[in-house]
């Protein structure tokens, strides 16, 4: 076996099909599927299991970020490489079966190689990715990284040396994978994947990128009420990944703290009469993101809390 398709999709079958309908239609190489259905509902289940018969479905019904949820079915694979891609993503040319030709280029420490990976509209999300530091992601915090510039990692044509990766899609050697650990499950929302990447250069592998290799990522979206729970998780897992000591954690909460108490307070008086309630979510959210700011709960613990709140 070739390639280990692996797919988290939390119950849309909407977005999950046309995905699907993109590995059918443009691979050759031999490859297994592997669909890890996310709080699927019975009915979305069954159409899944007849729409898709080839697929090694892996029920997931418990509380799961994306990191867990991969390593299911990651833990199971057979295939020399791995191919891990989100569900709203689709393609129009063999771009597996590209990445798979690419490593007959590569030199033997490559672990990982990664399309161009845009928007619907045209625009590159990422093109290769740098390191990230403390203070990269501070900036990043403040909406002011932009990864569609070149630089020594990213952005270049054809086929290049990068550092690190986006979870939206990869393909990595099985072996290097295993040899990482996975996803590292410290981290239930981000930043597993620019986490990986770091890890399999630690570890003397090397990460790249192929241009000439797109794939369509549909991301973004309204802002869900799961906002609150997911975005303290997420920046959590920030704090434990970029904070190496206990009192550079400190100051990252601070950094934190100010600044969602000041969104807090945007939010607070700003029109929440909105119809979609977007500000009353986003509030909710800055909140929640001040009340993690120094905790010492792991991410799970947080994005279980929080997903209760939600629900009572």
Not at 51 to 74: I, K, Q, T, W
Not at 225 to 254: D, H, N, Q, W
């Amino acid at each position: 076996m070739e390639v280990s398709v692996v797919i988290v999709c939390m119950n849309r079958p909407d977005l999950l099909y046309p995905c699907l309908e993109s590995i059918r239609s443009h691979t050759t190489v031999s490859y297994e599927l592997w669909v890890v259905a996310y709080r699927f509902t019975p009915e979305n289940l069954a159409a899944l299991r007849k729409d898709y018969p080839e697929a090694h479905v892996v029920v997931s019904d418990g509380l799961r970020g994306f990191s867990e949820n991969n390593n299911l079915a990651l833990r199971q694979v057979q295939g020399r490489y791995c191919f891990v891609v989100n569900d709203d993503t689709y393609f129009s040319t063999p771009v597996i079966d590209r990445l798979v030709a690419d490593f007959d280029r590569l030199p033997a420490a490559a672990a990982v190689v990664s399309p161009k990976i845009c928007f619907p509209d045209g625009r590159v999300q990422t093109c290769g990715r740098g390191p990230w530091t403390a203070g990269r992601w501070m900036a990043h915090y403040l909406h002011l990284v932009d990864e569609t510039k070149k630089t020594r990692w990213t952005m270049h044509g054809g086929l290049f040396r990068t550092w690190t990766l986006n979870g939206a899609c990869f393909l990595a050697r099985t072996d290097a994978f295993r040899a990482a650990g996975w996803f590292d499950e410290t981290f239930t929302f981000t930043p597993e994947d620019i986490a990986l990447g770091h890890r399999f250069n630690e570890l003397g592998y090397r990460v790249y990128a192929d241009a000439d290799v797109v794939i369509t990522h549909v991301a973004g979206g309204t802002v869900s009420p799961l906002e609150a729970a997911i975005k303290p998780t997420r920046v959590r897992g920030a704090i434990l990944f970029y904070g190496k000591t206990m009192v550079s954690r400190f100051l990252l909460g601070c950094y934190v703290w100010l600044i969602e108490a000041l969104r807090s307070v945007r939010y607070r008086f700003s029109d929440r009469s909105d119809p979609a309630g977007r500000n009353a979510i986003m509030y909710a959210t800055a909140r929640n993101v001040m009340r993690i700011a120094f905790s010492g709960r792991t991410t799970k613990e947080i994005f279980t809390d929080f997903y209760h709140e939600l629900h009572r």
